[in-house]
């Protein structure tokens, strides 16, 4: 159906909701007939196995997602000169659907989303426009560095969930990409982190891939890198080098849970702000491996196999910035001692502690919120001296205990605590 629309207006297909879902055969050739001012189109989630002929040469957005598209034909982009978002995830795209002049004409293309579709490998002769690339989802086993080598604007790649293997991103593969600021690799069989990465990344994610081994020199070429995240590989604290992280010093963000390390890695950053180490095999916490981060402001250690003796003397001094620990599911018998002034938020959920004496809190006047539940405590556990002073506490959680505990805080309290849990 034809229709003609004010400049800067929106044309949009039937929904499935309320009608039949639009096919190919069911939209004339003229379809668009009229429609030459409109900057978004979207026919996305019918039932198109193509891309419709004579599309608007106004467009600037173009949803096609959720059909089933195998096939972009030769030209069907070429009037679409102004397209800066283009749509094209949940489809049946293969690389014999794609050529060599799919995306070269599209000079002002910013956003190409071609996540969950069926491609071997990255399209070639993506526009220097480019500044997203979504190929999520796919089956791409190799990243060949002349099909981005044109692409050289991009910020964002996203390769998350293929099938990149040990050699899937050689060395400086993505180099060309000289102003890359997120690599999204999530879900791969990556057995390093890349090398020869470009030196302007920013995030580097990484997690649920088969890294086993940190190298002194891994990570040295990105030296602005903020964000890392490592969680959830197969690393292990003899093959993580003393010096792996030492390069870093822009990174504010390191996540290293879901890993088999048994010690805080050494010469981590100064200038961390969030540290996760949550599902690791840790058994010890040494001052030594934590001073001078004096930036930090969130630790999670949670479900490990830390006990008191197993954290020395002064390993909290150096973490002054310290406002959220979290050391939940270990094998605490009582709350640690001489923890970070500035602390706002102490998870000790499932451990073992059967006693809170009445200077537990005596170092931490900002706690704010206090995660109790799941431990060994009864009604008479708990010091009645020791909230005395927490003048901002106002979340202390008891549930899951053997016995009901309840928690009176002093009237100086702004707000009664919830206390004993839901």
Known sequence: RSSRLPLGRSLRSASPATSSAMSNAGLP???????????????????????????????????????????????????????????????????????????????????????????????AALPRSL??????????????????????????????????????????????????????????????????????????????????????????????????????NRLVSAHVHRRA?????????????????????????GGLHTLRLQRNQLRALEPELLAGMNELRELSLAHNHLRIGDIGPGTWHELQALQVLDLSHNELSFVPPDLPEALEELHLQGNRIGHVGSEAFLSTPRLRALFLRANRLHMTSIAPEAFLGLLHLSVVDTAGNPEQVLVQLPPTAPRQPRAGGP
């Open 29 to 123: 050739p003229d379809a668009f007939h009229g429609s030459e001012a409109v900057v978004t189109l979207s026919l996305s989630s019918n039932q198109l196995s193509y891309l419709p002929p004579s599309l608007p040469p106004s467009l600037e957005r173009l949803h096609l997602q959720n059909n089933f598209i195998s096939k972009v034909p030769r030209g069907a982009l070429s009037r679409q000169t102004h397209l800066r978002e283009l749509y094209l995830q949940h489809n049946q795209l293969t690389d014999s659907g794609l050529d060599a002049t799919t995306f070269s004409k599209l000079r002002h293309l910013e956003y190409l989303d071609l996540s969950h579709n069926q491609l071997a490998s990255v399209p």
């Open 131 to 232: 500044a997203v690339l979504h190929l999520g989802r796919n089956c791409i086993r190799w990243v060949e560095a002349a099909r981005l080598r044109g692409a050289r604007g991009l910020r964002y790649l996203l390769l998350q969930h293929n099938q990149l293997g040990a050699t899937g991103l050689p060395p400086g593969a993505l180099r060309p990409l000289r102003g890359l600021h997120t690599l999204h690799l999530y879900g791969n069989r990556l057995e390093r982190v890349p090398l020869a990465l470009p030196r302007r990344l920013r995030a580097l994610v990484l997690p649920h891939n088969h890294v086993t081994v940190l190298g002194a020199r891994d990570l040295a070429g990105m030296p602005g890198l903020a964000e890392l995240n490592l969680a959830y």
């Open 245 to 269: 992280f030492r390069p870093l010093r822009a990174l504010r963000s390191l996540d290293l849970a879901g890993n088999r390390l048994t010690r805080v890695p050494s010469g981590l950053p």
